[in-house]
């Protein structure tokens, strides 16, 4: 895959974000455990 495609440009755009965004929901997913035990 050449460096400059368009397309491997458009799925990183993409990518990235989701795999920020799976990060933070299984960091409220752990928080919201947390605190349903603790309850």
Do not use: I
């Amino acid at each position: 895959m050449p460096p400059h495609d368009p397309d491997s440009t458009v799925v990183n755009a993409f990518a990235v974000p989701t795999r920020l965004a799976s990060v933070h929901d299984l960091r409220a997913c752990k928080r919201v455990v947390s605190e349903v035990r603790a309850s």
